[in-house]
């Protein structure tokens, strides 16, 4: 059964330092998302995209935020210069897009990214 | 005002027996989705099962089952004959809009279910 993969599993960085989180979304899929979830709280949107621009982002996805589909499969989240805060469980997810359907999201196993 | 409220942050229920994790939500659109997640400790997402707005009847998905009623805005899951496996979180998460759009979902703060012998 095809799936959403990310990479890599956990990530442990300083703080101020560059991060990019992969993830490769279900290849037929068109649509794609991230969402971050900090220990223990709800699982919180961060940014949605869509042939090739964001379709929609959160207040959370600011300027140190950024996503990217570098090729065909992967899709990736850039984060700049990283803050404590920053520290969560990066989901990335996609789905189908198509209007007959009910657009399941398919969620990745989760980056757990850690800030010293 | 929240958009996802799932008012029960623990819940017990004995093995083999049903047990309900109540949603309730707020959107004046008319068209959208509820889901049901599940999140072991292991942390994955897991989808459970879908409810639409314009859906006549209630989902059902195995072992799960899907209480909605529309003029109360509730969603409400049903477990039924719970194994020691469905102990985890489960989130309920809200998609306004239709289908075919790239429309976030917003979740619930969730609710921790666990499973005794």
């Known amino acids: 059964e095809p799936e959403v993969t990310q990479t890599p599993s956990h990530q442990v960085t300083q703080m101020g330092q560059e991060v990019i989180l992969r993830c490769v979304p279900i290849?037929?899929?068109?649509?794609f998302y991230w969402y971050r979830q900090i220990l223990g709280q709800k699982v919180e949107f961060l940014v949605s995209?869509?042939?090739?621009?964001?379709?929609?982002k959160s207040e959370i996805f600011d300027d140190q935020f950024s996503v990217e589909r570098p090729d065909g499969s992967n899709f990736t989240l850039k984060i700049r210069s990283t803050k404590l805060e920053d520290s969560a469980m990066y989901f990335c997810?996609?789905?189908?897009?198509?209007?007959?359907?009910?657009?399941?999201?398919?969620f990745g196993p989760g980056t757990r990214l850690t800030v010293l | 005002a929240q958009k996802i409220t799932q008012t029960q942050p623990g819940m017990f229920v004995q093995e083999k027996e049903a047990v309900t994790l109540d949603c309730t939500y707020d959107?004046?659109?008319?068209?959208?989705?509820l889901f049901w997640y599940k999140q072991p400790s292991s942390g994955e997402m897991i989808f459970l099962i879908y409810?639409?707005?314009?859906?006549?009847q209630n989902a059902t998905e195995g072992r799960y089952s899907l209480n909605f009623q529309k003029a109360r805005k509730s969603a409400n899951l049903v477990i039924s004959a719970s194994q020691l496996g469905d102990s985890a979180m489960y989130f309920c998460?809200?998609?306004?809009?239709?289908?075919?759009?790239?429309?976030?979902?917003?979740f619930g703060t969730g609710t921790r279910l666990q499973v005794t012998l």
């Open positions: 998460a809200m998609r306004e809009g239709g289908g075919g759009t790239a429309s976030k979902l917003t």
């Open positions: 997810a996609s789905s189908e897009g198509r209007w007959s359907s009910y657009n399941e999201q398919f």
């Open positions: 290849s037929n899929h068109l649509y």
């Open positions: 409810q639409g707005s314009y859906d006549q």
């Open positions: 995209f869509y042939n090739n621009e964001i379709s929609e």
């Open positions: 959107t004046s659109d008319p068209s959208y989705g």
